[in-house]
């Protein structure tokens, strides 16, 4: 095997080690092709190995980006890793809120330079911003509920309405369907926002029942240095 098949294989090998510890985990080309998808990525995007080899990553995913994604790939280049969260489309066009650690591979004895990608549920370590943070997406959610609701509820009336002669009735018509589409969107979007808030609100309760347990369990410092031990 010459160095080029050597290299290669040895990072395919230590790609699959690494599907033990992240379990969420593909490889791709600079240009976003997949090289390897592990099985707890089928698991939570709904796409076989068989059906996300070859193709280019955010595409497969409809990956939706907070910012330009060229912006992304400077940051990677610059410090070979990038960590953050998108929001991605299961092959059932399910939305899912994904955390990413992205780190890049020295690719000069494989011709071409490979990036993996870990894949977790987004989840809050510190309690006092899950709260803060789940009282905004509260308010945000609140804020935009019932202008939806109106909006959604006249679009809805307007389509059901007799067709009345509108000079241009085919493109009035496209355009209700159209704005229905995009309020469905809003909706399903308000439904991240939901699912976010009950991320941090389920945080601020295992942090509270964690602070019981220790008021009800006192440990004296010698009990935990002997624990330690």
Not at 4 to 12: H, M, N, V
Not at 50 to 65: P, S
Not at 136 to 163: D, F, K, M, W
Not at 185 to 192: D, H, V
Request: glycine content about 10%; aromatic content about 4%; overall charge negative.
């Amino acid at each position: 095997m010459n160095k080029s098949g050597a290299a290669s294989a040895e990072a395919s090998a230590v790609a699959r080690c690494s599907m033990n510890v992240a379990p969420a985990m593909l490889i791709r080309t600079l240009k976003g092709r997949i090289t390897l998808w592990s099985p707890a990525m089928a698991e939570r995007y709904g796409f076989t190995s068989e059906q996300a080899l070859g193709h280019v990553a955010h595409e497969l995913l409809r990956t939706i980006f907070w910012t330009s994604q060229h912006e992304i790939e400077a940051m990677l280049l610059e410090h070979k890793s990038w960590t953050g969260g998108f929001i991605h489309r299961r092959s059932d066009g399910r939305l899912v809120m994904t955390a990413h650690h992205w780190h890049l591979h020295d690719g000069r004895d494989q011709g071409e330079a490979l990036l993996s990608e870990l894949h977790s549920d987004v989840g809050v370590t510190d309690v006092r911003e899950a709260v803060v943070l789940a009282d905004i997406i509260g308010g945000i959610g609140q804020e935009l509920s019932q202008p939806l609701t109106v909006v959604g509820n006249y679009l809805g009336g307007a389509s059901r309405q007799p067709h009345l002669p509108w000079p241009n009735e085919p493109k009035s018509s496209q355009a209700l369907a159209t704005a229905a589409e995009q309020v469905d969107r809003i909706r399903e979007g308000m439904g991240l926002f939901r699912h976010l808030g009950e991320i941090l609100r389920a945080a601020e309760r295992a942090a509270g029942v964690a602070v019981t347990e220790e008021a009800t369990n006192p440990r004296s410092a010698g009990q935990v240095e002997a624990d330690d031990r």
